[in-house]
């Protein structure tokens, strides 16, 4: 009798915990692999057991939700294969390859869920790879896992409602923040409410932010432009533009974002169909409403194949556990198929509501033209944009992948993670053509860096020889 493989759940943050809740809820315990070393994603990320500071500190209004995801998580722990820091570093047709404290391993799967979550979207400026400068998640993790701030003076800079969430949330712990640089502008704003009014809770949460930050003195700045970091050694001030100049504003640490971009890496290299999204102004793989991918037996939901939020993210969770068991032989009941329904329900407004954001924080679509050529955009192989510039004039490159060919770009320890999208925007502006037509780099394992001595067989590392 052949032994049944577990579904694989990949990814313990909002989608991935309401995906094992339910399934766990149909009986079935699948494996459960996360990154983290506690559950939560990086929205609920967890501090370490013995961190003092309480949730309510650390989350704010969100404080309440990620009770309730953790309690979710914790309810099922025991009938759940959870393994966490674990990091799925390559994906194939039945199998993903791990690495758990030093160690690599196989796990196959016949159904798998991808729920890989986001990260920062990186546009850079002159002085982002300076000591002080993080990304916002960077600086989100700082506070939330080790219970510090990244700087004593602390400027927040880019666009998107995550720029306010992280300067609120460093505000409420106690952390000076100097100011909030926002490239979209209050008419982006105003034109956007529309939209926004769909969901009035949410909308009144930003609108709170705004007012708390500005009650506690924090200047909130809008149509800015990042110019460049000033310090030898360290982080000593950001100088940025706006329609009266420029402007200097001294700081130790800058946290900066452009919104957030999907974590497609081990979508791409399961082979999922992808196409480009207007509004995300990049390419996503493609799903149905109820979260298959174009492959079978392959589900996608949360942050990993759309920017959406946290509370979309357990829904599309939920919703594509309930297609992997729909799949898998357990029909779902009359009370299961109201369920299902109502969630699709749920996601379509809320992709209605993601439509207003984008035109609350729109995209700065002038910085691929404005990029200076000694801009580094690839840090990993210090390419700037000069470089990108020439390449492009002197080899007619108009494709993502020829253009990394010809100059390295996206070939360093991130695999075009951080330096992708601006890459694919100089590309874009050079050769004339939309972002849409630069295509996309393919996906290469590793997804993340792994020690190269961990990949090797045991048998093959070298012996220690006796005296």
């Given at each position: 009798?052949?032994?049944?493989?577990?579904?694989?759940?990949?990814?313990?943050?909002?989608?991935?915990?309401?995906?094992?809740?339910?399934?766990?809820?149909?009986?079935?315990?699948?494996?459960?692999?996360?990154?983290?070393?506690?559950?939560?994603?990086?929205?609920?990320?967890?501090?370490?057991?013995?961190?003092?500071?309480?949730?309510?500190?650390?989350?704010?209004?969100?404080?309440?939700?990620?009770?309730?995801?953790?309690?979710?998580?914790?309810?099922?722990?025991?009938?759940v294969d959870y393994r966490p820091d674990t990091l799925v570093w390559n994906a194939e047709a039945g199998h993903l390859d791990l690495l758990h404290q030093g160690r690599t391993s196989t796990l196959a799967y016949s159904q798998l869920i991808v729920a890989s979550g986001a990260t920062d979207r990186i546009l850079p400026f002159i002085g982002w790879t300076k000591p002080g400068v993080y990304t916002l998640g960077g600086a989100q993790v700082a506070l939330k896992y080790q219970g510090c701030a990244i700087g004593s003076k602390v400027v927040f800079l880019g666009t998107g409602p995550l720029l306010y969430l992280i300067a609120y949330q460093y505000a409420l712990a106690?952390?000076?923040?100097?100011?909030?640089?926002?490239?979209a502008t209050l008419a982006d704003q105003v034109a956007a409410a529309p939209a926004l009014l769909a969901r009035p809770s949410v909308l009144a949460k930003g609108l709170y932010y705004l007012a708390w930050l500005r009650a506690h003195g924090?200047?909130?700045?809008?149509?800015?432009?990042?110019?460049?970091?000033?310090?030898?050694?360290?982080?000593?001030?950001?100088?940025?533009?706006?329609a009266r100049g420029e402007h200097t504003l001294?700081?130790?640490?800058?946290?900066?974002?452009?919104?957030?971009?999907?974590?497609?890496?081990?979508?791409?290299?399961?082979?999922?169909?992808?196409?480009?999204?207007?509004?995300?102004?990049?390419?996503l793989p493609e799903r149905d409403v109820a979260g298959r991918s174009s492959v079978p037996g392959i589900y996608l939901a949360g942050d990993g194949v759309g920017i959406m939020g946290a509370d979309a993210a357990e829904w599309a969770g939920e919703r594509a556990a309930l297609a992997l068991l729909s799949d898998n032989g357990h029909a779902l009941d009359a009370p299961g198929r109201t369920r299902a329904a109502a969630l699709e329900r749920r996601l379509a407004g809320a992709a209605r509501f993601r439509g207003g954001l984008e035109r609350a924080f729109p995209f700065p679509l002038r910085w691929a033209d404005q990029a200076p050529d000694e801009l580094v955009v690839c840090?990993?192989?210090?390419?700037?944009?000069?470089?990108?510039?020439?390449?492009?004039?002197?080899?007619?490159?108009?494709?993502?992948?020829?253009?990394?060919?010809?100059?390295?770009?996206?070939?360093?320890?991130?695999?075009?993670?951080?330096?992708?999208?601006?890459?694919?925007?100089?590309?874009?502006?050079?050769?004339?053509?939309?972002?849409?037509?630069?295509?996309?780099?393919?996906?290469?394992?590793?997804?993340?860096?792994?020690?190269?001595?961990?990949?090797?067989?045991?048998?093959?590392?070298?012996?220690?020889?006796?005296?």
């Amino acid at each position: 009798m052949s032994v049944q493989v577990p579904p694989v759940i990949v990814g313990a943050g909002p989608a991935g915990i309401r995906a094992a809740q339910a399934l766990v809820g149909r009986g079935l315990r699948p494996v459960m692999v996360d990154e983290a070393p506690r559950w939560g994603g990086q929205i609920y990320r967890q501090p370490p057991a013995h961190f003092q500071r309480s949730k309510k500190a650390l989350y704010g209004w969100e404080s309440g939700r990620a009770d309730a995801v953790h309690e979710a998580m914790s309810g099922v722990l025991d009938r759940v294969d959870y393994r966490p820091d674990t990091l799925v570093w390559n994906a194939e047709a039945g199998h993903l390859d791990l690495l758990h404290q030093g160690r690599t391993s196989t796990l196959a799967y016949s159904q798998l869920i991808v729920a890989s979550g986001a990260t920062d979207r990186i546009l850079p400026f002159i002085g982002w790879t300076k000591p002080g400068v993080y990304t916002l998640g960077g600086a989100q993790v700082a506070l939330k896992y080790q219970g510090c701030a990244i700087g004593s003076k602390v400027v927040f800079l880019g666009t998107g409602p995550l720029l306010y969430l992280i300067a609120y949330q460093y505000a409420l712990a106690g952390a000076n923040v100097a100011a909030v640089l926002d490239t979209a502008t209050l008419a982006d704003q105003v034109a956007a409410a529309p939209a926004l009014l769909a969901r009035p809770s949410v909308l009144a949460k930003g609108l709170y932010y705004l007012a708390w930050l500005r009650a506690h003195g924090v200047r909130l700045q809008g149509g800015v432009r990042a110019l460049r970091v000033l310090g030898d050694a360290r982080t000593e001030a950001l100088v940025w533009a706006d329609a009266r100049g420029e402007h200097t504003l001294a700081c130790d640490a800058v946290g900066f974002g452009y919104a957030l971009r999907s974590e497609t890496q081990l979508a791409d290299l399961l082979g999922c169909r992808f196409r480009f999204d207007d509004l995300a102004r990049a390419w996503l793989p493609e799903r149905d409403v109820a979260g298959r991918s174009s492959v079978p037996g392959i589900y996608l939901a949360g942050d990993g194949v759309g920017i959406m939020g946290a509370d979309a993210a357990e829904w599309a969770g939920e919703r594509a556990a309930l297609a992997l068991l729909s799949d898998n032989g357990h029909a779902l009941d009359a009370p299961g198929r109201t369920r299902a329904a109502a969630l699709e329900r749920r996601l379509a407004g809320a992709a209605r509501f993601r439509g207003g954001l984008e035109r609350a924080f729109p995209f700065p679509l002038r910085w691929a033209d404005q990029a200076p050529d000694e801009l580094v955009v690839c840090r990993c192989e210090e390419v700037t944009a000069g470089d990108l510039r020439r390449t492009v004039s002197s080899t007619g490159a108009t494709e993502l992948n020829r253009l990394k060919a010809f100059c390295r770009v996206g070939m360093g320890r991130c695999q075009g993670r951080m330096c992708a999208a601006a890459a694919a925007e100089i590309l874009a502006h050079c050769s004339g053509q939309q972002p849409a037509q630069v295509g996309r780099l393919r996906g290469q394992a590793p997804v993340k860096p792994i020690p190269f001595m961990d990949c090797a067989p045991a048998d093959s590392l070298p012996r220690e020889e006796s005296a």
